[in-house]
């Protein structure tokens, strides 16, 4: 509706990869020309805490008290490999705030999420990975802890998708 606007959008895991999954595709499919922040806490957050689709195999949650069963809940999804393969997907990315030094990356990410904006090619979609230390039932300082050991061995930090020199020419 606004092109020449910059337009971002700031998603949970239960909303983006659980409710709206259908939509993200056919968005990213579409190739809008928007910036999706997508954040993995791996819980629906604002409603207190129930299995996402990113939930960790062993990981407790008010849906899954046990901890999350392969067999009844198949893997997490990893989303960003998921979407990266769609040609409407210009730049994916997969970052943390767990150390002031992630969150310095992240910052440089959705700079370069809103630069490539310009070039109206595709989504640009930055996957944090983000700690939620009142649903996890840990403090701060070991939800952090545990985005280091658990979270980013099955999620790997880094560019998922990156644009070719090509496709960046014109930007300066
Ligand atoms: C279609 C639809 N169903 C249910 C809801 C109710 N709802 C609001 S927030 C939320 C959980 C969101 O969790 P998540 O996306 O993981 O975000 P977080 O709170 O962890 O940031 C739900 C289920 C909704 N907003 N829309």
Not at 103 to 119: C, E, H, S
Not at 126 to 144: D, G, Q, Y
Request: with cysteine.
């Amino acid at each position: 509706m606004l092109p020449e606007k910059y337009v971002f959008t700031y998603q949970g895991d239960g909303d983006l990869a659980a409710i709206g999954t259908a939509e993200t595709i056919h968005c990213i499919n579409r190739g809008e020309n928007i910036m999706i922040i997508f954040i993995n806490n791996a819980v629906y957050g604002m409603t207190s805490g129930q299995m996402a689709p990113t939930t960790l195999i062993g990981m407790k949650s008010t849906t899954s008290p046990y901890g999350r069963d392969e067999g009844f809940s198949g893997m997490p999804i990893k989303v960003s490999e998921l979407i990266a393969p769609l040609k409407g997907a210009f730049y994916v990315t997969r970052q943390s705030v767990h150390t002031p030094n992630n969150v310095r990356k992240l910052k440089k990410a959705i700079t370069n999420g809103f630069n490539y904006q310009k070039l109206k090619k595709g989504v640009t979609f930055i996957e944090v990975i983000s700690n939620c230390p009142s649903n996890w039932k840990l403090t701060p300082v070991k939800s952090n802890e545990f985005i280091e050991k658990e979270m980013i061995p099955y999620y790997p930090l880094g560019d998922i998708k990156l644009p070719s020199k090509e496709d960046l020419n014109g930007l300066k």
